[in-house]
């Protein structure tokens, strides 16, 4: 399985950009995709998550309302669409994926099984 993300960059606070993820190798649609960040000296963040198969989505809230989480499913591409950035939002965002059990809590790290490989994004001041 390889996830590969894409999308970051400097932007202007105030600012959008869009994050994607593509996908390959799942051989399933019963999983969980999610996007989490980590800025320098801090712990890694958890953000958004969605259900593969079923579109159910969950936000943390301290994006809740300004990040909008998607998939395309004929694209296996994950999204994160990202508005009103704030330079606090500077940090390695990262996608994941996780087999769906009910039983676990995908806002935790430990919930996926693999991950993308980051792409920066720099929100100036």
């Known amino acids: 399985v390889q996830l590969q993300a894409s999308g970051g960059g400097l932007v202007q606070a105030g600012g959008s950009l869009r994050l994607n993820c593509v996908a390959s190798g799942l051989t399933s649609h019963n999983y969980v995709m999610g996007w989490f960040r980590q800025a320098p000296g801090k712990e890694r963040e958890f953000l958004a998550f969605i259900n593969w198969r079923a579109g159910g989505t969950w936000y943390a809230d301290s994006v809740k309302g300004r990040f909008t989480i998607s998939r395309d499913v004929a694209k296996n591409t994950l999204n994160l669409k990202m508005n009103s950035l704030k330079p606090e939002d500077t940090a390695v965002y990262s996608c994941?994926?996780?087999?769906?059990?009910?039983?676990?809590?995908?806002?935790?790290?430990?919930?996926?099984?693999?991950w993308g490989q980051g792409t920066l994004v720099t929100v100036s001041s």
């Open positions: 994941a994926a996780g087999s769906y059990r009910y039983t676990n809590d995908y806002s935790q790290y430990s919930a996926y099984d693999f």
